[in-house]
């Protein structure tokens, strides 16, 4: 059994649940604590971040980061979850629309938005998750939550008659649903829309390059460890020994901090996060 605490950077393939993927890096880690930053539809590839050990205390922050993804959106076909994956519940033809008027349309994405997410979301309503209840027929009316996205490339537009697929990158805050945007494009646009494929590109500071595949980590079963982790992810101060013996404790500390901080002993060993309130610098989390 592996005992060591890190981060392991996984390139989920499609069709398979964050669920198997968390289940097959246990047998390769040889360990059974193991959780991850935020699911991945099984349609959907790319970055993974898993936690190991004591670093899975830290997934819960690195969910607030922002995220990156490369997207297909299809206008002019809509379905019941969003994606390829759902049944189609209407067509709508799309000979009219010109590339100019769908990145109009689209770049009112863009900003400080109220989304409403997708019903077959994780989100819990009334102690049941909304996939659930649709699942079980079930009418599900989720309310609009704000998210922000910082930008939305447009790569490439094909147009068509019976339908129009776009190829777009987006960065945008955790907890926004690339589903909704091409939902909520498609009905802008008045013709439908949902997401044929979804690559997510990054997860805070950790992105495709730094991820490996399951072959590659069953073969090289290596992960960023805990301290390493911390300093890539947070803004890091290194403490004197009195300072890292009250933060063994958790107790407060007349520290100036700009925000949530890893905090780490004169040998380099990550303590705990700690985040600026009512004046004094405050424990998030101790790791120690």
Known sequence: MTTQAGIVVVDKPAGMTS??????????????????????????????????????????????????YDATMRLGVSTTTDDAEGEVTATAPTA??????????????????????????????????????????????LKARPVTIHEIVVHDVRLGDEHLDLDVSM????????????????????????????????????????????EELAEHPALLPIAEAARETFTSVDLDEAQAA?????????????????????????????EPRDGQARATAVFV
């Open 171 to 214: 960065r945008c805050t955790s907890g926004t649903y690339v589903r909704a945007v091409a939902r909520d494009l498609g009905r802008v646009l008045g013709v439908g829309g949902h997401l044929t494929a979804l690559r997510r590109t990054a997860v805070g500071s950790f992105d495709l390059a730094s991820a490996s595949t399951l």
């Open 246 to 274: 009250d933060v063994r404790v958790g107790r407060a500390m007349d520290l100036e901090l700009d925000g949530l901080t890893a905090v780490f002993d004169p040998a380099g060993e990550f303590l705990a996060l700690y």
């Open 19 to 68: 669920h198997a993927v968390v289940a097959k890096t246990r047998k390769i880690l040889g360990t059974r604590k193991i959780g991850h930053a935020g699911t991945l539809d099984p349609m959907a590839t790319g970055v993974l971040v898993l936690g190991v050990n004591r670093a899975t205390r830290l997934l819960g922050h690195l969910m607030l980061t922002d995220k990156g």
């Open 96 to 141: 009219g629309l010109d590339e100019a008027t769908v990145r109009a349309a689209l770049a009112q994405f863009v900003g400080d938005i109220e989304q409403v997410p997708t019903q077959v979301s994780a989100i819990k309503v009334d102690g049941k998750r909304a996939y659930e209840r649709v699942r079980n027929g079930e009418e599900v009316e």
